[in-house]
């Protein structure tokens, strides 16, 4: 299971370690880590997405709120809140390619930032689903250079508490 | 079936291919043991290791040695490692076999000390959860390991391993843990390896840049008063033999630190000794006055350069290190030359022409004899410590590889001991662990079986590490404590003489065990020599008893080790000689950071 927790630290030397760490020792992968300063400048928000078993994710959480620095911890499912991720790619396409790929990345809101003989580099953010249709979409053209900042989210403000969304 | 075990293997580049085969994670390790020419491990056994332990029983190509405590079972690996420059090996079990091993690992990684520790674990379902006997060793020792591993799975395990030991023996050496849950050594595995190591983001340099070779070759031609500082990474590389011939060629002073002695012939023409804190006077003025300093494989440790903004004001420093962090980290180096040492000054060696220096040898010749290293000792007072290594030192000489506590002791086993080859000095020297001579020695006499081990102890730390007599005493290991008997925790004691107005808080032990029952007890021998005539019979004693022997030489407690550069002072600050009185009514008027 793929879990995205958002997590609010005090903003001091060491807690990402800290932090990371907990993953770490029951030997889990973290797929995507971003943190970054919140609206209160003292606050740091990690945002981190975990592959594991759904057991060991929630207990990961509770230790997470024990930890000193830790302000606060959500587990967040997809569709409870707004999730985004930024991509970098470099794309193979010879000139005979280019339009095809120029359009193709029109049609997922990706900009182009440059463009060489061969290759195409592209900005592109979205949710977790865009971004993975978007690369998808480009493998066949050869990615040769692909740079992501790790998911960022925010919970959907003024959601009712019994809230059920549409999958 | 059979898997090469050639002694060689322990520096083979290139493993044998082997075809893959399933079989249980305890065999890989053995097997995985066997190929890297491990001969000994040194280990405490627990529950999670009965697989592994059941195979030290069926087989014999690599013998166990169970150590009655988790630390010493490091610092054996370590002197192991230290005397032979192959990979030290312990085994412990999880949760407090292996938290006990920390300090040693800290010491080993702190000295750049090649061994490889393996660790029990809970089950992998278990870990993170608090099992019992779960501890996150692979977290707690992250800051202290140049690398380490949580094994996954049993298909992992085998090229774990030998990345495990290819990492802790090339480039700068340190130690490596690799954590072995429980289910990954009951489970079954593929034992296969790469044809060759290759690790992304991890290629030591050890070539230096022939452009940075000339120059140093060039700096020492133009330099009228150069001097080598040689340290512990010459003795890693084996480069003694490179360091004698560039000094004696281009006629260069060396003097060494704590862990350089033994890579120049202590009684030299061209030897200064220990340089430092405690290092020879003559040693520390030459740092003064030198226009060139040559680092080979030493990183500048503040206890060598006291204030590092005065030392060696005038000098051009040329700094030759395999580790390029290593290099202007607490000094800017004019000519840094990333590379093995061996291999840098085989190229310089090349590029460099006779000289003579006849002016800066005139001017050494009179620092040593205005400033000589020298204690008093008087008719019917007590041992001085400084004497019995003198006497040690005349009656085993080369025959003995020496390791040491850490200490007083310590410290004049460096001074005085006539060091003749490489590896025959073994001491804690970044850490300073008290305890790490004792066993260490017990590595050393493994190692080294056509030598003596002699730790030159002190009886303090020897009281933290002595339950190891029994492991001594159990496989017949011939190890000899030579200790320097005070009563009291001298290198502390020595502070407060110095700058607290000699008021000894906590430092006395008002209770002491008699060493030479005590020895009896575990099955060894000793005996207590308290006059200067008994040193040399007891020594030639010590020497001529099989086994572990304990010689306890009760020697004065107000002895003090000179000379010495208060710490955070500069050199020009040392004071030379035991002007005691003096100093006590001069007050220093600082008192020293640590
Ligand atoms: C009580 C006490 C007092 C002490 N007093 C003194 C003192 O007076 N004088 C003194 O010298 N020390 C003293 N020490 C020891 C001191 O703390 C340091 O441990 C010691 O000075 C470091 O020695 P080193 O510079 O040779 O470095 P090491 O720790 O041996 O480091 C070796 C260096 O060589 C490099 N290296 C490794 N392999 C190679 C290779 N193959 N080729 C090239 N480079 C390589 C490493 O990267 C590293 O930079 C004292 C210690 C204690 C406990
Ligand atoms: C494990 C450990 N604890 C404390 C110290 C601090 N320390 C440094 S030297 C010393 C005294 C050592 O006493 P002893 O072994 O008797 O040697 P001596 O100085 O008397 O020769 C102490 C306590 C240390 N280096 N290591
Ligand atoms: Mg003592």
């Known amino acids: 299971m793929r879990q995205v927790y958002s997590i609010l630290v005090n903003n001091h030397a060491g807690v990402l370690s800290h932090v990371a760490g907990l993953f770490t020792r029951r030997g889990y992968n973290i797929e995507s880590i971003a943190a970054g300063p919140t609206e209160d400048t003292t606050i740091t928000r990690i945002v981190i997405v975990a592959i594991g078993e759904e057991n060991e994710l929630h207990q990961i959480a509770k230790q997470l709120r024990k930890l000193y620095d830790v302000r606060e911890v959500e587990q967040i499912s997809y569709n409870q809140a707004v999730t985004r991720e930024l991509v970098l790619a470099t794309i193979k396409a010879p000139l005979s390619r280019r339009s095809e790929v120029i359009q193709l990345a029109n049609a997922f809101g990706a900009q182009v930032i440059n463009m060489t003989d061969d290759t195409v580099t592209l900005e592109a953010s979205g949710n977790d689903h865009k971004v993975r249709t978007l690369l998808k979409a480009f493998e066949g053209y050869g990615i040769s250079q692909m740079a992501r900042t790790g998911m960022i989210s925010l919970p959907y403000d003024g959601m009712p508490e019994d809230w059920e969304p549409i999958a | ?594």
């Open chain 2, 1 to 594: 079936m059979a898997v090469a075990t050639k002694a060689k293997s322990q520096t083979a580049k290139q493993p044998t291919k082997l075809k893959p085969q399933k079989i249980s994670g305890a065999e890989i390790v053995y097997r995985s043991l066997e190929r890297e020419g491990v001969k000994y491990v040194f280990g405490h056994p627990g529950a999670i290791l009965l697989t592994v332990l059941d195979l030290f029983l069926k087989r014999s190509k690599i013998k166990h040695l169970l150590i009655r405590h988790e630390q010493c079972a490091a610092h054996m690996a370590e002197g192991y490692a230290r005397a032979s420059g192959e990979v030290g090996v312990c085994l412990t079990t999880s949760g407090p076999g292996a938290t006990n091993l920390i300090t040693g690992i800290t010491d080993a990684y702190m000295d750049s000390i090649p061994i490889v520790c393996f660790t029990g674990q809970v089950a992998t379902s278990m870990v993170g959860n608090d099992a019992f006997q779960e501890a996150d060793i692979v977290g707690m020792t992250r800051t202290i390991t140049k690398h380490n591993y949580l094994v996954k799975s049993t298909d992992d395990l085998a090229e774990t391993i030998q990345e495990a030991f290819y990492i802790a023996r090339t480039g700068r050496p340190g130690p490596v843990l690799v954590d072995l849950p429980k289910d990954v050594l009951l489970g079954d595995g593929n034992y296969q390896l790469p044809e060759k190591v290759d690790l992304r983001g991890y290629k030591p340099t050890t070539k230096g840049h022939p452009r940075q070779i000339q120059r140093v070759a060039e700096a020492i031609e133009k330099s009228k008063q150069p001097l080598l500082y040689v340290g512990g990474g010459a003795i890693h590389a084996e480069a003694h033999s490179e360091i004698v011939k560039l000094a004696e060629t281009a006629e260069i002073p060396v003097t060494y630190t704590l862990l350089g002695a033994g890579a120049f012939p202590s009684a030299h023409e061209l030897s200064l000794g220990m340089l430092g804190m405690h290092g020879t006077a003559y040693a520390n003025y030459a740092t003064m006055e030198c226009d060139l300093l040559i680092a080979v494989g030493a990183r500048f440790d503040d206890r060598v350069t006291g204030k590092v903004s005065e030392f060696a004001t005038r000098a051009k420093i040329i700094h030759i290190d395999i580790d390029p962090t290593a290099i202007g980290k607490n000094k800017k180096a004019d000519i840094p030359v990333v590379g093995d040492a061996r291999q840098v000054l085989v190229e310089v060696n090349k590029l460099i022409k006779p000289q003579t220096r006849p002016l800066w040898k005139k001017r050494i010749q009179n620092l040593r004899t205005e400033y000589p290293l020298t204690f008093d000792s008087p008719d019917g007072a007590p041992i001085k410590p400084q004497e019995a290594i003198v006497a040690l030192s005349e009656e085993v000489g080369d025959k003995a590889i020496i390791t040491t506590e850490v200490g007083q002791h310590q410290m004049w086993a460096a001074q005085f001991y006539n060091f003749t080859f490489p590896r025959q000095f073994i001491s804690s020297g970044g850490l300073g662990t008290m305890g790490f001579g004792f066993p260490a020695a017990i590595g050393v006499a493994l190692a080294r079986p056509d030598k003596l081990a002699i730790d030159i102890a002190g009886d303090g730390s020897f009281q933290m590490v002595m339950q190891e007599i029994a492991t001594a005493v159990q496989y017949e290991i011939p190890v000899k404590v030579f200790l320097l008997n005070n009563a009291t925790l001298g290198m502390v004691r020595q502070w407060q003489d110095l700058f607290m107005d000699r008021r000894f808080s906590e430092v006395d032990f008002e209770s002491s065990p008699d060493y030479v029952k005590l020895a009896e007890a575990f099955g060894a021998s000793g005996r207590r020599i308290v006059d200067k005539e008994e040193i040399r019979p007891a020594i030639q004693e010590m020497i001529n008893t099989p086994g572990p022997f304990i010689l306890d030489v009760i020697v004065d407690p107000d002895e003090l080790v000179f000379p010495m550069v208060p710490a955070g002072g500069a050199t020009k600050d040392m004071i030379v000689r035991d002007s005691r009185k003096k100093i006590l009514q001069g007050k220093l008027s600082a008192l020293p950071d640590n």
